[in-house]
């Protein structure tokens, strides 16, 4: 079976760091792109960032500069790195796999929680 597992998440200071992994088994993940996404409470999930296959990445305006989306192939691992952290990046982050609207998988999401 396809299995998606975030893991990296915690507690964090404002201005300060974290690295988010994105384990995945089950597909041939150099065929898939990678996208992060992210869930405030109160609020709908948001896009945050994606790599597709060929390296090529995209970012929603809040965190460019801020944030770096890359992928492991050998690893089967996509990695969001998060720096200069802001209250307003608290959020449920999940990862997903897509390679066609049918092949679409989900990780069960791991908490940021960026407070002083």
């Known amino acids: 079976q396809v299995q998606l597992v975030e893991s990296g998440g915690g507690l964090v200071q404002p201005g300060g760091s974290l690295r988010l992994s994105c384990a995945v088994s089950g597909i041939t993940f150099r065929l898939y792109a990678m996208g992060w996404y992210r869930q405030a409470p109160g609020k709908q999930r948001e896009w945050v960032a994606t790599?597709?296959?060929?390296?090529?990445?995209m970012y929603t305006d809040s965190v460019k500069g801020r944030f770096t989306v890359s992928r492991d192939n050998a690893k089967k691992t996509a990695y969001l790195q998060m720096n200069s952290l802001k209250p307003e990046d608290t959020a449920v982050y999940s990862c997903?796999?897509?390679?066609?609207?049918?092949?679409?998988?989900w990780g069960q999401g791991t908490q940021v929680t960026v407070s002083p």
């Open positions: 790599i597709a296959r060929d390296n090529t990445t």
């Open positions: 997903k796999a897509y390679f066609s609207e049918a092949n679409t998988y």
